[in-house]
């Protein structure tokens, strides 16, 4: 895949750990002039961070930033983001070579519960909002938007999609869910129209993983995660967006699949 075209690249969770790490880098990829990179999370002060790294290294790039709450987002909202960075930029989707998103932003849930005690329906509702009914929400409107352009689809998946973790309930159902709403995605729309991926970076040194080392109610679960941070084994976002840059420019996978960092020969 070449990645130096004029894109315009949305990436979910910007504001911080993988999100921000993707968000950088393939902003230094794609083609500076007549891009439009746009960026959302849920605090406007690190997403402008994000932003300012990224122009450092690219000041011809246009970058947008959106905070946005996604336990109560709207489809309206994800519409009107996606309009309004078009029409601050003054850019139509037919300006575009390729519409990029990258379905980041998530949270990893309650560890500290057991399955079969995670019945409040009133949380299960807030958490799948988040993580899901968002995630589709706003992949709807990309599409819609950008009907007639070429498109990559990123999901960051994980594991926990594919495979069950004691204390990990709540994220790898919603794992699951996604993953397998964008499987359906790639069946349903011919490549090379739409590509989708899913892409697990692997274990990360990040605020999601140290939430599960102090919370999850697992022990073993628990010595996992403080073992591979002790021993420095975990992933740095750097290094996980390195390999899926590596994935796309290879481009050896077929639409849907999963990617995972250890997967070397897919790079």
Do not use: W
């Not at 519960?113 to 409040?120: L, P, T, V, Y």
């Amino acid at each position: 895949m070449d990645l130096k075209q004029k894109t315009y690249l949305l990436v979910t969770g910007a504001s911080r750990g993988i999100g921000r790490e993707f968000a950088q880098q393939l902003s230094q990829r794609i083609q500076s002039v007549g891009s439009l990179v746009v960026l959302m999370g849920r605090s406007q002060s690190l997403l402008e961070e994000t932003k300012a790294n990224i122009l450092k290294e690219s000041p011809d790039l246009s970058v947008r930033t959106f905070a946005l709450e996604l336990s109560t987002a709207r489809t309206e909202d994800f519409s009107g983001i996606l309009h309004d960075s078009l029409s601050r930029a003054e850019a139509y989707p037919r300006d575009f070579q390729r519409a990029v998103i990258i379905h980041n932003a998530g949270t990893v849930g309650d560890t500290s519960k057991r399955a079969r005690e995670i019945g409040d329906t009133e949380y299960l509702q807030q958490y799948y909002h988040t993580n899901v009914f968002s995630a589709i929400s706003l992949n709807c409107q990309f599409m819609r938007f950008f009907g007639d352009i070429p498109k990559l689809v990123v999901n960051l998946s994980t594991l926990a999609a594919i495979a069950p973790i004691s204390s990990m309930a709540h994220y790898c159902t919603v794992k699951a869910a996604r993953e397998m709403y964008f499987r359906v995605l790639a069946a349903e729309e011919p490549e090379p129209g739409t590509l989708v991926l899913n892409y697990a970076p692997g274990m990360i040194d990040t605020q999601m993983t140290v939430q599960v080392q102090r919370e999850a109610h697992d022990p073993a679960v628990v010595a996992m995660f403080r073992e591979q941070r002790e021993a420095k084994t975990m992933l740095t976002p750097p290094q996980t967006t390195e390999r899926f840059i590596q994935v796309l420019e290879a481009q050896r996978f077929k639409s849907g699949d999963h990617v995972d960092y250890k997967d070397h020969d897919a790079a």
